[in-house]
């Protein structure tokens, strides 16, 4: 798995053009592509999507940029806990999802680089949605989205601490489960944006311009979504 994570980090790393702003990632697929990033000698700036990303990118001596400073990036290169054939994404389960989709929005187009077992033919099937969430709020959380979307939500912890696992803004991270998967990736990720106490959920629908860059450690495969307008929530 970790030779496929790399042969998939190396053709995202082919895509990058000097002196150009990029939109950085989070998780162990991305922390490949920075290491080939730095090792290509490429010259860019980077806005990264976590405190780890920030770190990482340092220690490669990678230079850092944010938003404050640009108002839109050239490309965005992270990866993907699930990808539908419609190109609907399930982000976030390392905790970074409200930064990841900020920075994805952003960005003129996409890159998401997975190995093969992150495709999947319906998102949400063994695989929760994260949820980024007022802590307060938790309990009226957990009731509106089983009345919304029809999903079971638990508050996450990290390894022996109690939960919940607190994200990088300050807040509360918890795992939406979809029983049966998720029949309506738009509509559900809609609905859930709509909760008050929710800051942001993993669903990523509504990427205009994306490519994603698969590995099963044999090959490497590029497929790409067409550009299209972005919805308007």
């Known amino acids: 798995m970790d030779d496929a ?3 998939a980090a190396e053709k995202a790393v082919d895509m990058v053009e000097d002196n150009t702003v990029i939109g ?3 998780g162990s697929t991305v922390a490949y ?7 290509s000698g490429k010259k860019v700036s980077a806005v990264p999507t976590s405190m780890d990303t920030v770190i990482r990118l340092a220690s490669r001596k990678i230079p850092i940029t944010t938003l404050f400073h640009v108002d839109h990036l050239d490309l965005c290169f992270d990866g993907a806990d699930q990808v539908d054939p419609s190109f609907n994404l399930i982000k976030g389960g390392g905790g970074a999802l409200t930064m990841e989709k900020i920075v994805s929005y952003f960005s003129d187009r996409s890159v998401i680089i997975v190995d093969s077992s992150k495709m999947t033919a319906k998102l949400g099937y063994k695989c929760p949605v994260p949820l980024e969430i007022v802590p307060s709020s938790f309990p009226a959380v957990r009731r509106a989205v089983r009345e919304k979307v029809g999903a079971i939500v638990e508050l996450r912890s990290s390894g022996a601490k109690l939960p919940p696992t607190i994200t990088d803004n300050g807040l509360a991270l918890a795992d939406a489960w979809f029983e049966n998967g998720i029949s309506s990736p738009a509509e559900s990720e809609r609905k859930l944006k709509l909760i008050p106490g929710v800051l942001e959920n993993g669903l990523f629908c509504d ?14 495969e590029v497929l ?3 550009a299209q307008e972005r919805n308007k929530f």
């Open 5 to 7: 994570k790399r042969k």
């Open 24 to 26: 950085v990632g989070s």
């Open 33 to 39: 592509f920075i290491d080939e990033l730095a090792r």
């Open 207 to 220: 990427l205009r311009d994306v490519s994603v860059i698969v590995s099963d450690g044999g090959g490497v």
């Open 224 to 226: 790409t979504k067409p």
